[in-house]
């Protein structure tokens, strides 16, 4: 196995026993991603001086006795994520050089923990959408099949790690944005519980929804990325203050009497049989393994899209009226201010402009009661049902995607089959608990499928103990594509 292919734990081994330096890992990395990245397109910028500058420090550290989960370790961050001096875009050309002045709170984490970071990978633009085609750069490619889509939004973050361009990664879920690429692309993807990792730096799309994930080959890649960047933040209101576990520790593998739910809504007729199958004998080895499986009810699955849409809009019209071109990014000047914001908004791309004005209506006086009004009270429902279901059992199972990995351009032109593939995932950034999916399969065309797995709030070491469980019985997560 070449380094590249490595796991973020296996390097973390090799780095403390003194058997490769961070300075070869980041040479490593970085000729992995001049080698393939013109095909996946992962990054929109890497940032080589930096990283290997961060990889030398690192080695210093490491040479004078220190060690941490990601120290000296190459991982990439979502270019929605502010780093200090180095361009920053969402995807959009609306932000096109903009060069924060100051980290975001968890760069400032990974700095801190003495990770390097090689690069700011691709997503949809301001997060918005499921394949990363929505990119104002480029269409980031699937490593296990060049003419399909990552997933997304964050599918850049989840290409680089699947593409060996990175030992983990971080993205954000609004709505299934760490998940979907995960399940897309055999990776594990957590999306914590909100206000577990603050949003300080991290550009907005829907603040009720948002919240910062992390991408690894396993599941304890994954939660020793999480385990760096959780943590309370004054600076964010929405921080949570609770103490940040030692997730990596709780990763024991027993999941004897775990209370598994397997919603009935989330397997409907039609849905796709190889990932239905997939899933369902996941939920076999679970039992042997001696979780206890037990149907339940999501009885408002079936309006969680159609609130999901309506929420994340309505909230993104607000949040995007900042880019005015006064104090961001750069500036289609005019001969007043009207014409100024017209030509500067006009750097927004299409689909950005169809949410801002979705979400402009549904709040307009007039139809604030039949749109954003009903979906908040869609939303009520939607927390009552996973509280209820909460009562019951510890974990909830589900598919996290009803597809595999589309071909690029499939979906473009037709916004409902986009916004299908958030199907399984919205609901829970409706209510407010954790998720994750593991690789679980792939179908015949071999292409990864993804299990999710939903914990209630904070339950984040018992979702990532359920997926060890699973992971260490089954080999999906130890395939690569042949890139
Ligand atoms: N695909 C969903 C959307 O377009 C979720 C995106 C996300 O989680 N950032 O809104």
């Known amino acids: 196995m070449s380094l590249t292919e490595k796991t973020l734990t296996q390097v973390r081994d090799l780095l403390r026993n003194g058997e490769t330096s961070s300075v070869a890992l980041t040479e490593a990395i970085l000729s992995r991603i001049e080698a393939v990245d013109s095909d996946v397109k992962a990054y929109v910028r890497t940032t080589a001086d930096l990283a290997l500058e961060q990889a030398r420090a690192a080695d210093a550290r490491i040479a004078a ?31 096109e050089g903009f060069k924060p002045p100051y980290n975001a709170f968890v760069t400032e984490k990974l700095k801190e923990a003495g990770a390097v970071i090689v690069g700011m990978t691709n997503t949809d633009e301001f997060g918005m959408g499921s394949s990363t085609e929505y990119s104002a750069y480029q269409t980031t490619s699937n490593p296990w ?68 994930g992390a991408f690894g080959k396993t599941v304890q890649d994954a ?9 309370h933040d004054p600076r964010d209101s929405t921080s949570l203050q609770h103490p940040v576990p030692d997730y990596e ?17 989330y397997f409907v007729d039609g849905m796709n ?3 239905e199958a997939a899933v369902r004998a996941s939920l076999d080895v679970m039992a042997n393994l001696g979780a206890e499986i037990h149907e339940i009810d999501l009885n408002m699955a ?4 159609a609130t999901y849409y309506l929420i994340a809009t309505s909230e993104a019209s607000s949040n995007l009226a900042r880019y005015d071109g006064v104090r961001y990014g750069p500036r289609g000047t005019g001969k007043d201010v009207t014409e ?48 209820k279901a909460f009562e ?8 996290t995607s009803p597809n595999t990995a589309f071909k690029i351009g499939d979906n473009t032109t037709d916004p409902l089959a986009m916004y299908l593939t958030d199907i399984y995932t919205v609901s829970l950034n409706l209510s407010a608990g954790c998720g994750l999916s593991v690789p679980c399969g792939f179908d015949s065309n071999n292409l990864p499928i993804g299990l999710q797995l939903m914990g209630n709030t904070l339950q984040e070491e018992t979702i990532l103990n359920a997926a060890y469980a699973y992971e260490q019985a089954t080999d999906w997560h130890t395939k690569r594509p042949s890139l």
């Open 223 to 231: 939660a020793a990325m999480l385990g760096v960047v959780a943590g």
């Open 273 to 275: 049989a190889e990932v």
């Open 340 to 387: 100024t914001t017209m030509r500067t908004r006009a750097k927004f791309g299409s689909e950005v402009k169809s949410r801002i004005m979705l979400g402009t209506f549904a709040l307009s006086s007039g139809y604030y009661d039949a749109y954003y009004g009903k979906a908040l009270k869609a939303r009520t429902l939607i927390i009552r049902d996973f509280e």
């Open 65 to 95: 006795g220190e060690s941490g989960p990601l120290l000296g370790v190459p991982v990439g961050i979502k270019d929605l994520i502010c780093s200090d001096g180095v361009e920053t875009t969402a995807g959009s050309k609306i932000l």
């Open 249 to 265: 520790a709780s990763l024991t593998g027993d999941i004897k009497g775990l209370k598994i739910g397997v919603p009935k809504q």
């Open 145 to 212: 099949d060049l003419t399909r889509v990552p997933g997304g939004s964050s599918g850049g973050s989840a290409a680089a790690v699947s593409g060996n361009m990175a030992y983990g990664s971080l993205g954000t879920d609004t709505g299934g944005s760490v998940r979907t690429p995960a399940s897309f692309c055999n990776l594990v993807g957590i999306r914590p519980t909100y206000g577990r990792v603050s949003r300080w730096g991290v550009i907005a799309y829907a603040s009720s929804l948002d919240q910062i």
């Open 392 to 399: 019951k059992v510890d974990v909830i199972a589900t598919p």
């Open 302 to 305: 079936e309006y969680a899209l």
